[in-house]
């Protein structure tokens, strides 16, 4: 099936320090969701985006749409220890590329730790 | 707004028994709702995909037979592992989209199942 590369697997990091996350793909995707996931959690909608080239910030949180439609990234700003969780990206594929019925295929995530 | 319920949050049972596990859209109608497994450090696999009144449909891999899926009301669908073995200890989470056009999945807090 069509695979999103999710990297860095995993990120240690100090407090206050930026953190960037990409996701990348071979096939072209129609809209690029973030979550982050806490232990024993389901997973919370961080940054939507639908446009080739959007950049869109939800708080210290930004994310943008690769113009190429392909891939994605996601900055955290001035990170703090409340950060720490699991971060995936998740894509819709067209309906022409086995896309359907809304299904989004997920990388594998990032793991983000944060030292106080 | 866009909140998600899952219940039992928690369950053991016995090999050879079945669970029923409930997720609930409590804010909003949900056109679609979706069941995902998570093995542990793994990413989320999706299971099926339901939506109210209709059958759901499997992803290939999943037994339907074993996995039954209901999605009676606009708000209310339920998964029954039916005969569970060990193998079948994980986490479960559902998640329900909202807008008839959107992407965007909005998750419950996931069912650990354990099966002794």
């Known amino acids: 099936g069509q695979q999103l590369n999710q990297s860095p697997q995993s990120m240690f990091i100090q407090e206050g320090e930026d953190v960037s996350m990409n996701c990348t793909s071979s096939?072209?995707?129609?809209?690029w969701l973030w979550y982050k996931q806490d232990p024993g959690e389901g997973p919370v909608l961080l940054i939507a985006?639908?446009?080739?080239?959007e950049l869109t910030s939800n708080g210290r949180l930004t994310a943008q749409f690769g113009i190429t439609r392909k891939d994605s990234f996601l900055n955290i700003s001035a990170s703090i220890p409340s950060d720490v969780g699991i971060y995936f990206c998740a894509g819709q594929l067209p309906s022409d590329s086995g896309g359907s019925n809304y299904k989004l295929t997920f990388g594998k995530g990032t793991l983000l730790t944060v030292n106080p | 707004g866009a909140v998600v319920s899952q219940h039992p949050s928690r369950v053991i049972c016995k090999s050879g028994t079945s669970v029923k596990i409930e997720c609930r859209s409590l804010?909003?109608?949900?056109?679609?709702m979706f069941w995902y497994r998570q093995f542990p450090k793994q990413s989320l696999m999706l299971m099926a995909t339901?939506?109210?009144?209709?059958?759901?449909?499997?992803e290939q891999g999943v037994e339907k037979d074993k996995f039954l899926i209901n999605h009676a009301s606009l708000t209310l669908s339920t998964l029954t592992v039916t005969s569970a073995h060990p193998e079948d200890s994980s986490f479960y989470i559902c998640?329900?989209?909202?807008?008839?056009?959107?992407?965007?999945?909005?998750f419950g807090p996931g069912t650990r199942l354990t099966v002794t």
């Open positions: 985006l639908y446009k080739a080239g």
């Open positions: 998640s329900a989209k909202f807008r008839r056009n959107s992407y965007e999945q909005y």
């Open positions: 096939s072209i995707f129609n809209t």
């Open positions: 339901s939506n109210e009144g209709s059958k759901a449909t499997y």
């Open positions: 804010d909003f109608q949900a056109t679609t």
